[in-house]
């Protein structure tokens, strides 16, 4: 008897639940995935279906929410009911500025797209021909930076170990730095990324590569894929202008100029002090010898002395010996 009942019912339950169907005038048709940029507008699109049977359908009640997971958020951010808005946070509207109970376009409009906006919808319509619940899904997209490659130690040092570091960055979802020899092998095998995701829920990204001695190519490329394995930008970097052990050209580094160009100065002034002394110091000694020679113009001019009245004893004139004044 038990069991009878049991399926009497079960009978009954699937027959009402097939007249609903066929009597369910109001349907809630949303987009299965919508996608939005980082920053900019989305568009999350839903509309209210209305059968042959009906014609004038008024809407009594919208109600937007946001899914955590599984379960739902239970504060609605965007309900209208009876005709006016009763909850409407910031940054979430209808994508329809004039809409109103009459007006089937129910679709949401998010003003200023952000990471936290990621993930699954809810809407819930109730009119005065039956009611309806649809979902949909909103995926945040970001693009990443050109990455940027540094090596450490700056110079590359012939015969000894280093490593290339890639950056990249402002990007979402998570993506991948990726690793190429100048034949375009893959060597992200041989690398470790680091992941760090910022409050604002975009990504940094950051892959270390470590170069060998005696192992290494001459050229080394870093490219950034979305989370879609598409690659968004390739950048290269030529170890042979880094220079070896041999090359120390220190306007390269900032820091190193900084206490080099002091020392070269200080070192100019030392050298010619010191010329200034030996010049001076030979100069003394010349004035010692030549004391009757007078000063005339700025040169030391010594005179030829006069013939000896006796002319079978001549005397080689002196010869005039100038002495160019600092």
Same mark, same amino acid.
């Given at each position: 008897m038990s069991a009878r009942c049991a399926l009497f019912f079960i009978f009954t339950g699937r027959v009402l639940a097939a007249v609903n169907a066929q009597? !369910? %005038?109001v349907t809630v048709e949303c987009s299965k995935e919508?996608? *939005?940029?980082? *920053?900019?507008?989305? +568009?999350?699109? &839903?509309?209210v279906?209305?059968? !042959?049977?009906? #014609?004038d359908v008024t809407i009594r009640t919208v109600t937007w929410k946001k899914m955590e997971g599984t379960k739902e958020n239970e504060r609605p951010f965007l309900v209208f009911h009876?005709?006016? +808005?009763?909850? #409407?946070?910031?940054?979430? @509207?209808?994508?329809?500025?004039? %809409?109103s109970e009459k007006n089937m376009n129910i679709s949401l409009l998010i003003t200023n797209t952000e990471v936290a906006h990621n993930g699954s919808y809810k809407c819930s319509v109730i009119t005065d021909s039956g009611d309806d619940t649809g979902t949909t899904c909103l995926k945040v997209r970001a693009d990443y930076s050109e990455p940027t490659i540094h090596s450490i130690p700056k110079k590359i040092i012939e015969g000894r170990d280093?490593? /290339?570091? &890639?950056?990249?960055?402002?990007? %979402?979802?998570? *993506? @991948? /730095?990726?690793w190429f020899d100048v034949h375009n092998a893959d060597w992200t095998a041989s690398a470790v990324m680091v992941a760090n995701q910022a409050k604002s829920g975009l990504f940094q990204l950051e892959s270390t590569l470590p170069l060998k001695s005696g192992s290494t190519f001459s050229d080394y490329s870093c490219a950034v894929f979305n989370a879609s394995g598409v690659q968004a930008f390739r950048t290269q970097i030529s170890l042979g202008s880094h220079g070896t052990a041999s090359d120390q050209d220190s306007r390269s580094d900032p820091e190193l100029s900084k206490i080099i160009a002091p020392l070269v100065i200080i070192g100019s002034l030392i050298v010619g002090l010191l010329l200034l002394f030996l010049f001076c110091r030979r100069r003394s000694q010349q004035a010692r010898r030549q004391s009757a020679t007078p000063l005339m113009d700025g040169h030391c001019e010594v005179p030829v002395a006069e013939a000896d009245d006796n002319p079978g004893d001549e005397r080689e004139p002196f010869k005039k010996n100038e002495i160019n004044m600092a």
């Open positions: 009597n !369910n %005038f919508n996608f *939005g940029w980082y *920053g900019q507008q989305s +568009l999350l699109q &839903c509309s279906k209305l059968s !042959n049977d009906v #014609q009876e005709g006016k +808005l009763e909850v #409407q946070e910031p940054g979430y @509207r209808f994508a329809d500025p004039s %809409f280093s490593k /290339l570091i &890639c950056q990249s960055g402002g990007g %979402f979802p998570k *993506g @991948r /730095l990726r």
